[in-house]
């Protein structure tokens, strides 16, 4: 089956550090990659979507130079938190869209998340 | 804008109960509808996946039914464990714009 794994898992950083996730499809290409963010007893809310090869689509309210993406692969998308507040403190998980989904293109598989956590 | 409604957050049964989740969405014209199951700090799983032309799914003990016109959704479980003590998600996916929405969940606890 499909597996996205992210990396690390969890992750404590000072104020004013910058953080990298990385989300990986592992037996599949993924030319559209998502990031969501998730707080305690909220929904998972769409941060950005990351394409491969372009700039990554952010939603509305999503600071694009806070939350960096770079899709430089097939299989590939990373996040960076750059100057890190406490506020930043989530739970990130990504998906990805296996590219050879056909009619279920918009099927998305889910990595198992990275929790920050910022001092 | 599309809105996701699980009610209630929290469900506490014991087991061996069957029992119904329930899900809401306010905009009818979507691709597909989704359940998930997301255990403390971890990622979702996939449970099933409802295409809008269909009616239900099922999985096991799980089934899941979807009434497109009225906006709802149901996640039925049989005969439910201490194992199926998670956070249950329901997400809809529009094609409009592309994107997944989802309810906030909710936490069942099975008693053994």
């Known amino acids: 089956g499909a597996v996205v794994s992210q990396h690390p898992s969890r992750v404590i950083c000072k104020s004013g550090t910058s953080v990298k996730i990385e989300c990986r499809s592992l037996?599949?290409?993924?030319?559209?990659m998502f990031w969501y963010r998730q707080f305690p007893k909220k929904s998972l809310m769409l941060m950005a979507t990351?394409?491969?090869?372009?700039?990554?689509?952010?939603e509305q309210g999503v600071e694009k130079d806070k939350f960096l993406i770079n899709h430089a692969s097939l299989t590939l998308s990373t996040l960076t938190v750059t100057s890190a507040h406490p506020e930043d403190s989530s739970f990130y998980i990504c998906?990805?869209?296996?590219?050879?989904?056909?009619?279920?293109?918009?099927?998305?598989?889910f990595g198992p998340g990275t929790r920050l956590l910022v001092l | 804008k599309q809105e996701v409604t699980q009610i209630p957050a929290a469900l506490s049964v014991p087991e061996g109960e069957n029992l119904v989740l329930n899900c809401s969405f306010t905009?009818?014209?979507?691709?597909?509808l989704q359940w998930f199951r997301q255990d403390p700090g971890k990622g979702l799983t996939s449970l099933l996946l409802?295409?809008?032309?269909?009616r239900e799914q099922t999985s096991g003990r799980l089934n899941a039914s979807l009434d497109k016109s009225s906006g709802r959704s149901t996640l039925y479980i049989a005969a439910s464990q201490p194992g199926d003590s998670a956070t249950y998600l329901c997400?809809?996916?529009?094609?409009?714009?592309?994107?997944?929405?989802f309810g906030k969940g909710i936490t069942l606890s099975v008693r053994p």
């Open positions: 905009d009818s014209a979507i691709y597909n």
């Open positions: 997400a809809v996916y529009t094609g409009a714009n592309s994107k997944l929405t």
């Open positions: 409802i295409q809008s032309s269909q």
């Open positions: 990351s394409n491969e090869g372009s700039k990554a689509t952010y």
């Open positions: 998906s990805a869209r296996d590219d050879a989904s056909g009619s279920f293109k918009e099927t998305q598989y």
């Open positions: 037996d599949f290409q993924a030319t559209t």
